[in-house]
């Protein structure tokens, strides 16, 4: 597809349970960025891949949070042990270089996750 | 800490008035600055973006507005139209060393037709 793909569109677990989102970036975008969304709420940073970088991992709310990138291509979120406070819509976004660089910033319509 | 402020955050305006939006940020390395916008169930979408050489960046009815000095910049929406009804996010970066969007915590816009 042309845009940047996230899979599931819905999720709803149980507490407890471990979860793995997935996003296909744009072929060819080096930079890939997880944020997540919660209800009526701002974008917050999660981690960032950036080429054969190491990722930059500092928004990661936990060690419940992980997240893997495979070259330039598809990454996966995990959240383990799920907790209720993890509700929220999870973005992926893509670039050709960092965000930062000026290009644009191409986002995924999100994994809305629910925790029960 | 917030690295990007912005206000306010619901906003109604009337068909054809012109909607502001405002952020201010700290970081006086931040170089780049985009307007996102979001639509129900979808991510967000680049709107426009600016660097700080420049004070004023129109496209269409949009246009931000710089202060460089004052470390503010505003998203201004000319005639206003209800299909532009969405959350606005600002959002700052340090594109010298390629690094991640701060972003604000988003605008509510509604516009009345």
């Known amino acids: 597809g042309a845009g940047v793909s996230q899979s599931p569109s819905n999720k709803v677990t149980e507490k407890g349970k471990d979860v793995e989102l997935r996003c296909d970036p744009i072929?060819?975008?080096?930079?890939l960025y997880w944020y997540r969304q919660r209800l009526g709420q701002g974008l917050e940073f999660l981690i960032y891949?950036?080429?054969?970088?190491?990722?930059?991992k500092s928004g990661l709310p936990s060690d419940r949070f992980s997240a893997e990138r495979t070259g330039e291509s598809v990454s996966t979120l995990t959240i383990q042990r799920t907790q209720q406070e993890d509700s929220a819509v999870y973005l992926c976004?893509?670039?050709?270089?960092?965000?930062?660089?000026?290009?644009?910033?191409?986002f995924g319509q999100g994994t809305r996750l629910t925790v029960v | 800490q917030q690295q990007v402020k912005q206000s306010p955050q619901s906003l109604i305006v009337q068909k054809g008035g012109i909607s502001i939006i405002n952020c201010a940020y700290e970081?006086?390395?931040?170089?780049?600055f985009p307007w996102y916008q979001q639509f129900p169930g979808k991510g967000p979408a680049l709107l426009i973006a600016?660097?700080?050489?420049?004070s004023e960046k129109k496209e269409g009815r949009f246009t931000i507005s710089f202060n460089k000095s004052a470390k503010q910049f505003s998203l201004h929406i000319m005639d206003s139209q209800p299909g532009d009804s969405a959350t606005y996010f600002c959002?700052?970066?340090?594109?010298?060393?390629?690094?991640?969007?701060?972003f604000g915590r988003g605008t509510q816009l509604t516009v009345w037709p």
């Open positions: 976004a893509s670039s050709l270089a960092g965000v930062g660089g000026r290009t644009e910033a191409f």
């Open positions: 072929s060819g975008h080096t930079a």
């Open positions: 891949f950036q080429g054969n970088s190491a990722p930059d």
């Open positions: 970081n006086t390395a931040f170089d780049y």
């Open positions: 600016i660097r700080p050489d420049v």
């Open positions: 959002a700052a970066s340090r594109g010298s060393t390629l690094g991640r969007l701060y």
